[in-house]
């Protein structure tokens, strides 16, 4: 799996968009990007995930660039709900898939 | 998505003895992973738990200290034996199903005294 490589925190006021960006520039071109967060030593919760174009879902959009680099993950109204861990993985999709998780980004969000 | 549950879902264990782990999903579901998760740290994969065989273990994992099972394709425990106190940690498992997403459990806490 490619490395990844996210700023260790970031901090978002409440009802503004969180961009949260990851570096991830020896990704191959059969690897996803995908998206996960941890609220509180909770069990990671799936956000997104995308190949080469920009998706979105209810709760994010993903940002690919074009030559898959890089990506940015967007909260469009950030809420305190949001205060969690979030981790960008690069990852072959199918059922033998294994999940590499680095450090990750620490996104607080304030009143 | 999958619904995945835990059992049990904090403990506090002697040095010394096991514990096990017990991981369910409400569906069938194709592969099955366990992660560690030590304080303050990312999650890291122990195994994939294989179905009818034994587990896949990653590097530093070993089978007489994380013994393994998957009788069915629903089910999967995780034993952690001889805790020591470096065992202290949340062990998750994890699940996929076809080209389907990985989904995680909401964890399990053990502190070993």
């Known amino acids: 799996d490619a490395k990844t490589t996210q700023p260790t925190s970031m901090d978002c006021a409440e009802g503004r968009a969180a961009n949260l960006p990851c570096n991830h520039s020896?990704?191959?071109?059969?690897?996803?990007v995908y998206w996960y967060r941890q609220i509180h030593s909770q069990g990671p919760q799936y956000i997104i995930h995308?190949?080469?174009n920009n998706e979105t879902n209810e709760m994010a959009s993903l940002i690919i660039t074009e030559d898959r680099k890089s990506s940015t993950l967007i909260l469009p109204h950030a809420t305190l709900r949001d205060t969690a861990v979030y981790y960008c993985?690069?990852?072959?999709?199918?059922?033998?898939?294994?999940?590499?998780f680095g450090t990750g980004t620490r996104l607080q969000v304030t009143l | 998505s999958a619904v995945i549950s835990q059992k049990p879902s904090r403990d506090i264990c002697q040095r010394g003895t096991s514990l096990t782990i017990q991981c369910q999903v409400d569906?069938?579901?194709?592969?099955m992973f366990w992660y560690r998760q030590q304080p303050g740290q990312s999650l890291t994969l122990i195994a994939t738990a294989n179905q009818g065989s034994e587990a896949t273990y990653e590097s530093g994992f070993v089978i007489d200290k994380f013994p393994i099972s998957r009788p069915n394709l629903t089910f999967s425990t995780l034993t952690v034996s001889n805790m020591s106190p470096e065992d202290s940690s949340i062990y998750l498992c994890?699940?996929?199903?076809?080209?389907?997403?990985?989904?995680f459990g909401p964890g399990t806490r053990l502190l070993v005294l």
């Open positions: 995308g190949l080469k």
């Open positions: 993985i690069a990852s072959y999709t199918g059922t033998a898939s294994k999940l590499t």
């Open positions: 569906s069938q579901v194709t592969m």
């Open positions: 020896t990704i191959s071109g059969n690897e996803y």
């Open positions: 994890s699940v996929t199903s076809g080209l389907e997403t990985q989904y």
